[in-house]
């Protein structure tokens, strides 16, 4: 069961959706424009039900089968949201707006669901209901966790869920996935180091900030080699060093360190978070400076479920020949939350040899679409299979 006819069809008027919302951008929950051309889609396919704010600027439709004597509801999510990078591809259809583009392909993520829903609706080959999910902020809002919050799981009585992201260094068009801890936790953290400043020429009449700074950033790594057990996932990792003195001849008052701890468990994640805070604390002390600690916990570690799992990789085999097992991603993702609260699974769609995401070359593969579509429609279809 290969790549559908209908979506090689389609390749072209779905590429050009796809290239318009590349060309225009929208960060975090701004994707007002993004919103728009979404729902006046939906509702043009002849959805059932279009429903727009969810999760502030989130867009949510309900596409019924041709029976629905199994009463279930699949939801198929994509994001919608670009990143703060400023292009640097020199396409044709590169963003029109400085300071934001689609550097994680997540047009290319609502291009294909828009065209799945255009093909469900057209077919509705299927016994039960689908809800398409267009998902604002997925880059650090958490806008995965609001449309969760606002009720949607019951809303529309969604019992599934299933997510997909386009992956550099894959071939294009094939899939890759794997059951269990798949996304890391992401959560940030603000160390704020007090000393007392004073002149560079008398430091004993001072408590040298960036000397406390800079032993805090080497013993946060005892974390990892020495707290963590050795096969559980950890990454520290100190982002950003702020000095209260831009001087030369001044020792600073003042350091502020920002950084990110990744996980893959609870009980890691827990650990980190104590631990990170005794050491900083503690090592400020032996220097006579105090060490204030923010903690800020992000996205949680994103858990496929076993059948589902099992399922979604049966589903791109049948589309693409194969589906490998993925590896283990240290990025975070919110698909997350919905993955919290319903059984479901997210998967890998390769994207060619391009750039990396989050890179300012990076481009989305439109030769991906017919794939990225295809395994959409077949989870409808293949889960809830006609009457």
């Not at 809002?141 to 992201?165: F, T």
């Not at 009449?205 to 990892?224: G, K, N, P, R």
């Not at 799992?309 to 997350?336: I, R």
């Amino acid at each position: 069961m290969p790549v559908k006819n209908r979506f090689a069809e389609l390749l072209p008027e779905i590429t050009a959706w796809r290239r318009d919302l590349h060309e225009n951008p929208e960060i975090l929950f701004e994707t007002h424009r993004t919103s728009a051309i979404v729902a006046e889609k939906l509702q043009g396919f002849g959805c059932d039900e279009v429903v727009t704010g969810i999760g502030r600027t989130g867009v949510v439709a309900v596409i019924k089968g041709k029976t629905n004597n199994s009463g279930k509801t699949i939801g198929l999510r994509a994001d919608m949201d670009a990143l703060p990078i400023h292009e640097a591809t020199g396409l044709p259809y590169a963003s029109k707006t400085d300071g934001a583009m689609h550097a994680c392909g997540h047009d290319g993520h609502t291009a294909m669901l828009l065209g799945a829903a255009q093909y469900l609706a057209e077919t509705r080959n299927f016994d039960g209901t689908v809800v398409v999910i267009f998902q604002p902020a997925e880059e650090g809002g958490g806008g995965g966790r609001e449309m969760c919050e606002d009720g949607m799981m019951d809303r529309w009585s969604i019992d599934e869920v299933y997510g997909m992201h386009n992956w550099p260094g894959k071939p294009v068009g094939a899939f890759a996935i794997r059951p269990g801890a798949f996304f890391a936790a992401t959560d940030q953290f603000d160390i704020v180091i007090e000393g007392k400043g004073g002149h560079a020429a008398k430091p004993q009449e001072t408590v040298d900030s960036t000397l406390v700074a800079s032993h805090v950033v080497l013993a946060l790594q005892s974390i990892v080699s020495r707290n963590a057990d050795p096969v559980d996932q950890i990454v520290v990792s100190v982002t950003s060093i702020e000095s209260s003195s831009k001087a030369f001849n001044v020792i600073a008052q003042r350091v502020h360190l920002k950084g990110t701890v990744r996980t893959m468990s609870k009980g890691m994640r827990d650990l980190a978070e104590t631990r990170l805070k005794a050491i900083a604390e503690t090592t400020a002390l032996a220097f006579g400076a105090t060490a204030d600690v923010t903690y800020h916990r992000g996205y949680p570690c994103m858990v496929n479920h076993d059948e589902q799992t099992e399922f979604a990789a049966k589903v791109a085999a049948d589309v693409s020949g194969a589906c490998e097992d993925a590896p283990l991603v240290m990025g975070g993702e919110d698909f997350a939350f919905m993955l919290e609260e319903r059984p479901g699974a997210y998967i890998l769609v390769g994207n060619g040899d391009s750039a990396s995401v989050h890179h300012p070359e990076y481009n989305f593969n439109d030769e991906a679409i017919p794939a990225g579509c295809s395994w959409w429609a077949e989870i409808v279809e293949q889960r809830m299979p006609a009457a």
